[in-house]
Structures are given as structure tokens and as C-alpha cells.
């Protein structure tokens, strides 16, 4: 054997990397590759992909261009799997299915791609559907079958154990990392907040993109609670109350965590974070602000995009967990006027 | 029952032949109007595609026309239009207005449960009776298809734009009056003869291709009436999307030859756009190198605003952009568009096409063909 060369290969730190990110580092490591990961969203990449990327797209798209753009001249390969449906029938956005397509149009220097597609189909599921792009991309990189193999194994152990530590109730960003349970900030002295935040991973937990909204829920006095730490099946279950299946793999999720904690999470509010211009969210959105409203469950519509104003979000989460603070306090009150807000 | 469906461009006249000739009793929402999209708005979500927001307001007026059941077209994704019909649903519900929804999924879902939304729409009409009914919704779909192609051939020729819209819109209306076969032909003959003797300009005009998201190409409320627009500035227009393909395509499974300039052009969408992105993103990126390879003077995209698939073919746009040296504009579309900004955009991009073009000197005089 001669000098090899370490192939680098980049993994944007955006859109699917908050889910899937366990598995694909793993992978594309036991393959002998040296994985680089752009670093936390920052203004300059930010920029880097607002001036790549159509103004119509969403911002994590645009956050998504960034990344890519950072890291096109530092790797061999850049990783942009084509995502069309990670689970049986259910797509993720059409911008998912036309991502590589998309970068390779705009920007420039780019370097080859393994845009090797996701596919659940009619049928499979959503393990499945990783190995099989996995595997394509592995035996585009390296000749050895068995060492692709291994590195599948190897992956899939790796996702399945921080799947394991979400459903554990670790948040996210700590479970990615593969650091320590980090303590919940819980002031025993009185009774805090809970409150659930509805979105998209790539929203919630990029903290450039949310202004740090979990940290600044923890500063109000609130716990959050996440989609994250449900199961799979609980979700699934939840969203098969609608009269027709939903389509999208990430709406089905925002719908069906949505609508468990309405019934049983004993959440005093929900915040419901999209981005601006989401296609899926618009829909899904007003189903879930309708059921809350039978519900009568507080729910703030938050909307970010590049534009958005840190001011303006520190101001209506003060605004939304003062009011649940009133509701909860006076909640035996006759309300001055109209129908009671409070019900409970 | 009294039956109600949503507007689509020319669509009305199909559906309402099919609807009839199955003898059930139809009420067609008034023509889209401004008090339609006003409606529309109020109670639709904000960011919901703009087709949704008129199909809602459609609805409304229809109700108040007296109509009880609404008629429905659904999909699997990921386009959102799949998933229209429910919250529609949910939204008129809670609006306590009490329309019945029947939706029609697409059959590769279950064959059976279209087959018993026929049945439960038609009663115990025989098969032959509806095949009968489809025969004759074909008949005048092909009909509306062919008086509009000529409309858009003619409009930049004649000297009358105004007195060939008027043949144009009697011919919808003779057609959709029309009760057999034989008197769509009829009409369809006589409105070619009609307009074959209307005075024409001798001019070449430039030609521009209309891609994009089906709703929008088709509907004029839509997309700001785009070809009159484009026509009366002395532009011939053809577009990527018909009425009659689209159902030969997505209906009868592509059974029956129909023939138009871009029949084949979504093959052309590799290697710009390498996947199905839901919606007509590939048949706009492969249509748009149609129309270049058609050597076309440019091509414009029309999309609802934050319409998904469209938003994907528009971003691939500059590689193709690469490889054919063709103008592209494109606008996206909704109750906040508005004419002057839309007629203003036009102009200025015919103004540059045709400056490129060797047509030029033909028929530039300033900067709008025809005042």
C-alpha cells in the first residue's frame, strides 16, 4: 500500500444534520474518511448563502447554501444526500428532492457532490431507505464491500444510541455532541414553566438561526419540552387522527407532537417556530393553531427569516409566559369581558 | 346534491359537461373576481399558495349561490396542493358553513375508493353512461384547447386584438352551451373560419414560452392575465401546460395522442433537475429548454409565491442559463402582486429580448408595441 490520501468529506451543518448526523459522521469515518463539519451558523455564512440562494427560498435553505459555500473550497466531497422520502409515502419539501441540483446551479468551485438519493418509496422505512443511499455513496468512495459493510453496522449503532438519548429527554444539541447529560435548569423553589416548542430541528436547534430561544425560554423560568423526546410511535399515532395521511415526513412530526402535547403533556403553553415561506408549515401550521384553539391551549406563531429582530422576539416570549403566569394565577376569575381565556 | 367545484381557467366548461351528462345539478362559483381572492384571504392561512386562497373564496360564493357539495381533486404530495382539501375542510367547518367535501385522490391511493366516490356522486348510472359523460368532456376539453392555441397565434398578427377576443369568448360560450359532439365541432370550425378573415399586420412577432405552476399558467385571474398582456404588447405566447394534455396525461394515463409543441420537453429537465420535485418544477425546467432549443426570444416562469417546486426549478435556472443563452424572468404570484409593478417588469424584459433578437428592427418603436 502507498501514501494514501485521507479523502475529506464535508457535511454541512444544516437542515437533516440535526437528525442524522450521528449516523452519517460514523459512516463516512469507519470508511477512512476525514469528516468536516462546518462550524455553528454564523453571520458570514449566513450572508455567504442568502447571496447563493434564490430570495424565495425558506432561510434554513438559505443557511443550507452557506454551509455549503463555506465548506466548497476546503473538501474533497461534499455530502448533500438527494432527500426524497425518508419514510414510507411521506416526503420531506420538494427543496429537499432538488437540493444538489440546486447547489450545483449556483454555486460555484463546487466540489463533487454525493448526491446519492434517499428513498423510502411506497414501501420501505426509514432505516432502510439511509442504508441504501449510504451504501451508494460508500461504494462510490472506496472499493472494499466489506469495510462499507462495517461502517453501515457502525453507523446505524451510532444513531440508534443518540435516538436513544433524545428519547431519553437529553435536548438535542447536547445528545449530538455525545457529551454528558447536562442538568436542566429546574429552580425547585417554584413552580416553573413548561412549555413545548414545535418546529423543525434546523430551526430550533441552530442557535444563530433561533436567537438562542431554548436558552431565552430557560431565562424566562420555563422547561421546555421538544418533539424530540417523544417516540416515534407516539407521534405516528397522533398523526393518524387526521382525516387524511399527511404527506410530509417533518409535518407529520410537527402535527403529532403538536397534538400530544395538547392532550397529555400537561404543557402550560406552545410555541410553534417556523421559518417564512415554509411550504408544508402553512398548511400544518393552521391546523395545529385550530386545534389548539379547541383545545384552548396558549400557542404563539413564531415566524423567523433573515430579517427577523432579536427585540422582537425577546418581547413576545416576555409577553406570551407573562400571560400563562396570569392565566395560571387568576384562572378562577371571572374575566372582565367576553369569554373566559382561561378554562382549566 | 347541488355540486360546486373550484375555477381553473377554461376548466369550468369540462367539468360542468362531465357534471351534466352525468345529470347531476351544477353550481359554478361566480367568475373569480376581486370580492373571490378578498374571501379567500380573510380565511386562509397567510402563507398558503395563492390556487388556495381563490379555490377557498370560490367556494364561499358558490355557497351562497345555493350550492351544498364541493367537488375536489386531491394528490399525494409533496406538493401542498394534496393536502388543500382538508384543511379547506376544516376551515369551512369552523366557519359553520355546511358543504359537503367530496374529494377525488388520485387512484394509484385506492382504486376502489375513487370508484365509490364515482358511485356515490352518479347513483346508479351504468358504465356506458359514463364513459359517454368522459367522451364529451374530452370533446370540448380538445375543443377549448385548440380555440386558445389559435387566440394566442393570431393575437400579435390582427389589427383588432379586441374584436378576436370577442370571437374567442363566443366560442367558450357556444362551446360550453353546446350539447352534443357534433356542435362543438361545429363551433369550433365556424370560430377558425371567423377569425381566419380577420385583417392581419404583417410582422414577425417575438415569441415568448410560458412555464410554470399549472394553476397559475391556466387561471387569468392568477397570473394577472399574462397572455393578454403578452399579446397585446405583440408577443405570441405558447405555454408548457394545456388543459386537454394535463388530463389525457394525469387522467386517462397518457391513453390518447395529444399533440402540442412541448409534449416531450420534460425529458429535457435532466441534467438541470435531476429528480421529481412534486408540482410542474421538472416540466418547467424541461420546458424552458424546450423553448430554447425552439429558439424562442425568452421564456417566462409563473409561480404562485412560495410555491415549492417552483421555487426549485427557479434556482437551477442559471446553470441552464449556462448552457442556453435565452432571457428568463419570472414572477411569483399573489393577492399582493400588483399590475403596474407586473406590466412594468414586461416591458422592460421584452424591451431587452427584443433587443437581442434579429426580429428587432421588424417592429420596435419605442418601448411598448401598441399603446
Excluded at chain 1, 438519548?165 to 435536548?171: A, T, V
Aim: with cysteine; hydrophobic share 40%.
Amino acid at each position: 500500500m502507498g501514501v494514501i490520501k485521507i479523502k475529506r468529506v464535508g457535511i454541512p451543518r444544516a437542515l437533516l444534520y440535526y437528525y442524522y448526523y450521528p449516523l452519517w459522521h460514523e459512516f463516512f469515518t469507519r470508511l477512512g474518511c476525514e469528516v468536516v463539519l462546518s462550524p455553528e451558523t454564523n453571520k458570514a455564512i449566513l450572508d455567504q448563502g442568502i447571496k447563493n440562494s434564490l430570495s424565495e427560498a425558506c432561510l434554513p435553505v438559505k443557511v443550507y447554501f452557506g454551509h455549503a459555500a463555506y465548506l466548497a473550497g476546503r473538501v474533497d466531497y461534499l455530502f448533500v444526500p438527494r432527500l426524497s422520502r425518508v419514510e414510507a409515502k411521506a416526503y420531506i419539501c420538494p427543496k429537499f428532492m432538488g437540493i444538489p441540483d440546486m447547489l450545483r446551479a449556483r454555486i460555484n468551485k463546487l466540489p463533487p457532490l454525493i448526491d446519492t438519493t434517499v428513498d423510502a418509496g411506497k414501501e420501505g422505512n426509514s432505516v432502510q431507505c439511509w442504508v441504501d443511499c449510504l451504501r451508494d455513496a460508500g461504494n462510490r468512495l472506496a472499493a472494499d464491500r466489506k469495510l462499507v459493510e462495517d461502517a453501515l453496522d457502525a453507523a446505524l449503532e451510532a444513531q440508534q444510541f443518540f435516538w436513544k438519548r433524545l428519547n431519553s429527554g437529553m435536548i438535542l444539541t447536547e445528545a449530538i455532541k455525545g457529551t454528558a447529560i447536562p442538568e436542566t435548569p429546574v429552580d425547585s423553589s417554584s413552580k416553573p414553566l413548561r412549555i413545548g416548542l414545535i418546529g423543525h430541528p434546523y430551526n430550533i436547534y441552530d442557535p444563530y438561526i433561533s436567537m438562542n430561544l431554548i436558552k431565552k425560554l430557560h431565562q424566562l423560568g420555563a422547561v421546555v419540552v421538544t418533539p424530540e423526546s417523544l417516540e416515534a410511535d407516539e407521534i405516528e399515532e397522533e398523526a393518524s387522527k387526521l382525516p387524511k395521511r399527511l404527506f410530509w415526513a417533518l409535518g407529520k412530526r410537527m402535527i403529532g407532537s403538536a397534538f400530544r402535547f395538547f392532550s397529555s403533556q400537561k404543557l402550560d403553553g406552545v410555541i410553534y417556530l417556523t421559518s417564512f415561506g415554509c411550504g408544508p408549515e402553512a398548511l400544518v401550521e393552521e391546523l395545529v393553531a385550530r386545534m389548539a384553539k379547541q383545545q384552548n391551549m396558549p400557542l404563539m406563531m413564531l415566524t423567523i427569516d433573515e430579517h427577523t429582530g432579536e427585540a422582537g422576539i425577546n418581547t413576545r416570549l416576555e409577553a406570551f409566559t407573562e400571560m400563562i403566569v396570569w392565566r395560571l394565577k387568576y384562572a378562577d376569575h371571572i374575566p372582565p369581558y367576553g369569554e373566559s381565556v382561561h378554562c382549566r | 346534491m347541488r355540486i360546486t367545484y373550484p375555477h381553473m381557467g377554461n376548466l369550468y366548461i369540462v367539468v360542468r359537461a362531465l357534471l351534466l351528462s352525468l345529470g347531476l345539478d351544477v353550481v359554478l362559483p361566480p367568475p373569480t373576481s376581486r370580492r373571490t381572492v378578498e374571501l379567500g384571504v380573510r380565511h386562509s392561512p397567510e402563507f398558503a399558495c395563492f390556487p388556495f386562497k381563490l379555490n377557498l373564496g370560490n367556494y364561499l360564493e358558490a355557497q351562497e349561490s345555493g350550492a351544498d357539495t364541493i367537488l375536489m381533486a386531491g394528490g399525494v404530495g409533496p406538493c401542498r396542493f394534496g393536502y388543500y382539501a382538508q384543511v379547506q375542510q376544516q376551515i369551512l367547518s369552523d366557519l359553520g358553513v355546511d358543504m359537503e367535501m367530496v374529494v377525488l385522490e388520485p387512484p394509484d391511493v385506492s382504486f376502489q375508493e375513487i370508484k365509490d366516490k364515482i358511485r356515490y356522486l352518479v347513483g346508479g348510472l351504468s358504465w356506458w353512461q359514463i364513459f359517454k359523460a368522459v367522451r364529451f368532456a374530452w370533446c370540448k376539453a380538445r375543443a377549448v384547447d385548440i380555440v386558445e392555441e389559435r387566440l394566442l397565434h393570431l393575437r400579435p398578427r390582427v389589427e383588432d386584438p379586441l374584436l378576436l377576443e370577442k370571437l374567442y369568448r363566443d366560442a367558450l360560450q357556444e362551446i360550453d352551451h353546446a350539447g352534443d359532439r357534433k356542435t362543438v365541432q361545429r363551433v369550433v370550425v365556424n370560430y377558425q373560419k371567423k377569425t381566419g378573415k380577420l385583417k392581419k399586420r404583417s410582422v414577425k412577432p417575438l415569441r415568448i414560452g410560458l412555464v410554470g405552476e399549472i394553476f397559475t399558467i391556466l387561471e387569468p385571474f392568477a397570473n394577472y392575465e399574462m397572455e393578454k398582456r403578452l399579446g397585446l404588447l405583440g408577443v405570441e405566447v405558447n405555454r408548457s401546460i394545456w388543459l386537454s394534455a394535463w388530463i389525457n396525461e394525469h387522467l386517462f394515463g397518457g391513453l390518447l395522442r395529444v399533440k402540442y409543441e412541448s409534449a416531450h420537453d420534460k425529458e429535457l429537465a435532466t441534467p438541470y433537475l435531476n429528480s421529481f420535485v412534486g408540482g410542474h418544477g421538472v416540466e418547467t425546467v424541461g420546458c424552458t429548454v424546450g423553448f430554447a432549443r425552439r429558439d424562442y426570444d425568452g421564456v417566462i416562469q409563473l409561480a404562485p409565491l412560495t410555491c415549492m417546486p417552483e421555487i426549485v426549478a427557479h434556482s437551477v435556472f442559471p446553470a441552464l442559463a449556462k448552457d442556453y443563452d435565452i432571457p428568463l424572468l419570472t414572477f411569483y404570484l399573489d393577492e399582493h402582486s400588483g399590475e403596474a409593478g407586473i406590466q412594468t417588469r414586461l416591458e422592460a424584459f421584452l424591451d431587452l429580448a427584443a433587443a437581442r433578437s434579429n426580429k428587432k428592427g421588424e417592429q420596435m418603436s419605442g418601448s411598448v408595441f401598441r399603446n
